[in-house]
Each structure stands twice: as C-alpha cells, then as structure tokens.
C-alpha cells in the first residue's frame, strides 16, 4: 500500500473544536479556482473567542484575508457573544454559541457556508457569515453542537438536526432523492418515522457522511457508505449512497460519544466506556492491522478489503501479547463538545481515566505523538509505511523529534483533538501540538523544514 494510493486522505472532516490537516507554507494573493489542500487549519479558544492557524487560500482562518498564518490568529468579524464550540472541514469553518447563531466562513464551492454567499469552485468567504434556513430565509438558532464534513456541514437546533452544503452523496439527509447542494440548511429526515431527526445531543460528519446521537446512546448515519461507514453490507462491493433520510445503525450497544473523519468511525460505548471503530481501515485506524487479510477478509474480487463492516474494539497489545481494552475518559456535561475521543484523518486520539493519551493509525507526519516514526514503520516491498493498528501512549513534551530517549509519557491531560494529520492536547493546562506542521497548522511561529512535530511540543501562547 502506498501511501499516495489512499485516495480518502482528503475525505476527512470532523466536529467539535480543532481543526488541523496537511500543508507546506506559502502566501495566497488570490482565491485557487478549486480546493486541492484539506484540513490545513487549525482552531482553538482563547480567551473566549476563536483564533486559527495554518492555511488559508479560501479564507478559512477568517482573517479577512487570504494570507496563511504559522500562529494563532483572532477571527475577524464573528459576531457572536462568546464561541462555545466550532468546527471545519476541507477548507471551510463553524462557529456556534450556544442556543443562539451559527456562523461559518471558508471556501462555499457547495454552499458549505449556509448563507448569502456565491457558490462554485473558488467562492469563498473571508469572514464569518449567518447561516440561514431554506424553508423562510431565516437565521439558524437555538444551536447547540456542529459539525463540518468536506464540503458539507451539521448543526443541532432543539433536537432536530440542520444540514447544508454537498449532498453529492446524501450526506445532507433530507430525503432529496436528486442529490442536490442545499445553500441553506434543511432539516434532516428520520427514514423510519419520515419526521425530522430528534432528541440530538451530538453530530458528527465523515468526508462525504454524517452521525447524529440521541440521549438515548442511539446512532444515526447517512451519506455514503462505499467503506461500510454506515454499517451496511455492500452487494457485490458497490457503493452505497443513502440519499434518502437519515439511517438508524446496526450498533450491538448504545454509544456515549462519536467522532468520524473521512470513511471511518469511532465512537465510545455507554456501560464500559470501551473503544470501538468501523470503516475505512488503511492505516490501522480501526484497530486492525491492514495487510491482516484473514481479520479484513477478502472482497468479491480476492482482495484484501480496506473496510470493516461491524464495529471492532480497540485493545492494546502488550509486549508479553496480551491485550488489554482500550477504555475512555469520562464524558464533560457539554456533550456536543466532547474532548475525549478524537478522530483525524487517519488516526484516532482517545484520552484514558488516567489523564494519558493513546493513538493508532497512520504516523507518517508523526500524528503519533510516540518520537520515532521508525517504530511503527511496515515494509510492503515498494515502500516504507508509517502506521501502527496497536495503541500507542503518546510520549511527553521534550526531547527531540525522531529521539525518544525518554521513557515518560503525556500526563495530566483533560483534553485531545485530531484533525488532518496534526494532534493536539490540554496537559496540566497548557496546549501541546504534534504531527503535520506544514502550514504552520500547529501554531509553532518557525515551521520545521520537514514539517512535522513527532512528539508534543508546548504552542505559543499557550
């Protein structure tokens, strides 16, 4: 497997409250005529607000320009009181507070935006604007979580849930059977009850797929499901668009959180808090090594599939090969910004009771947080890969990038996120960043010539 052949590398977005991706530093005059870099930003709170780095060419920062920042930056022009949460997707980003007004701002090929913004390949917008509803031309409120896929968005107002942007792929699940973009939000429909989508308290969205869970630990997805990321079988290997309403998920439990980038999913169960995926599982984001065909098993065609179909617990591999569960920290009050599991693009961050951080998946910019890439790199006789399927703790701020030479872990951690390929985490109250840096996404003022920041180092700040 080359690492060039993952072709869903760009398809992963997500929720909740940083953005980060892939990059290499530069200056843009003017808007490209098409998005070709994803998940390049980063965003974070500071004191009560949103400040973002990293790339910029459609305006995702929200600086009012279109210059790429290697540190932290205040948005210009949110209008709202206070930030109680926000997300991005491939170039675009989401504001919200609480049971008031969303607000977004970035690229609006699709009308990912929501508002009075002109569509197509380089529209965009420099500062955030209000997201409106299709049915009276209104603006959102009431919103109580977001989520941003790559060129679609979610929102939660009053239960039900609000979508806009890309429905390529019925990722919006308004029961348009046309798959038209929608430049206003619409109501997602529930298929079994044919009603709008209720008693939502967490939204989470793939590349071109979206999750929404109820009190209740319930998961609902729709979009596409060309790698089992809704849970479906697939007759003879053929993708599976639901464009028609949101689809109830076969999950065995109910669920106390979600996260998703991509085609893959990953959500923490109700009674034990143990850790399980689906999906896409090229790099080991599922928990299963991907060159293990008799796990993966084989598709219709003989090969070794890159997908799985029904949840898998993550476990961590002991060095006498034992296994133990992989279990999660408790869950904040403020669900809909839950800070314990994170999905990034091709890896997954999760944040035990014990205030340590583990990680799998792919480490090829180092998104590990484990200093050496070379411990988790697999031949396949054409290249060297860098992914782990088995957990790995993530090692503590210090050192030098490409020398563990300590043996001490990240401790005392209340906090992860992961987007792109860039992982960040609250220890002992300070942010720490690791993984891709090309753009400058980590907020470190002085990118790295390689680009990537192998073990948590403290951001600027902060």
């Given amino acids: ?253 109910p669920v106390k959180a979600i996260s998703a980038r991509g085609s893959y999913a990953v959500v923490i169960k109700k009674d034990d808090d143990t850790v399980w995926a689906w999906g896409y599982d090229g790099w080991g984001q599922i928990g299963i090594d991907p060159t293990d065909a008799a796990t993966l098993g084989k598709d219709s065609k003989g090969n070794t599939k890159e997908y799985v179909l029904t949840p898998h617990q993550i476990t961590i591999l002991g060095s006498n090969g034992s296994r133990t569960d992989l279990k999660a920290a408790a869950l904040p009050a403020d669900v809909a910004n839950q800070r314990v599991l994170a999905a990034g693009s091709d890896h997954v961050l999760v944040l035990t009771p014990q205030g340590t951080v583990y990680a799998w998946g792919l480490n090829y910019y180092g998104q590990l947080g484990n200093n050496d890439r070379n411990a988790t790199s697999h031949e396949d006789g054409l290249n060297i890969l860098y992914y782990s399927s088995n957990p790995l703790q993530v090692r503590a701020t210090g050192g030098t990038a490409g020398q563990p030479t300590s043996s001490v872990f990240l401790t005392g951690v209340t906090e992860v996120y992961a987007y792109g390929h860039s992982s960040f985490a609250v220890a002992n109250g300070k942010l720490v960043a690791w993984g891709s840096n090309l753009y400058g996404q980590l907020g470190f003022s002085d990118p790295s010539k390689s680009g990537m920041q192998e073990n948590p180092a403290p951001v600027p700040g902060f």
């Fill in 1 to 253: 497997m080359n690492l060039l052949q993952s072709s869903r590398l760009w398809l992963c977005a997500l929720s909740v409250a940083f953005l980060a991706g892939c990059g290499g530093s530069s200056s843009n005059d003017t808007v490209p005529q098409t998005v070709s870099t994803f998940y390049a930003h980063t965003a974070v709170f500071k004191n009560n607000t949103t400040v973002l780095s990293g790339y910029n060419a459609f305006g995702q920062l929200g600086t009012g320009d279109l210059k790429n920042q290697s540190s932290f930056n205040k948005v210009s022009g949110l209008s709202l009181n206070r930030v109680d949460g926000f997300a991005a997707g491939g170039a675009h980003t989401l504001a919200f507070q609480r049971y008031s007004t969303v607000q977004a701002w970035g690229s609006n090929q699709y009308g990912q935006l929501g508002g009075d913004v002109t569509t197509g390949s380089s529209a965009s917008s420099k500062t955030p604007v209000n997201v409106l509803k299709e049915n009276d031309g209104s603006i959102l409120t009431g919103v109580t979580g977001v989520a941003a896929g790559g060129y679609h968005s979610l929102a939660i107002s009053g239960g039900n849930v609000w979508a806009w942007g890309d429905n390529g792929a019925g990722q919006l699940g308004n029961g348009d059977n046309g798959f038209s973009q929608k430049t206003r939000a619409v109501q997602v429909i529930d298929e079994s009850t044919n009603a709008p989508l209720s008693d939502i308290v967490l939204v989470a969205a793939g590349g071109t797929c979206s999750y929404a869970m109820n009190s209740n630990g319930q998961v609902w997805g729709w979009g596409n499901n060309v790698d089992g990321q809704l849970l479906i079988n697939k007759p003879d290997e053929a993708p599976i668009n639901y464009a028609n309403k949101a689809h109830l998920l076969s999950l065995p439990f």
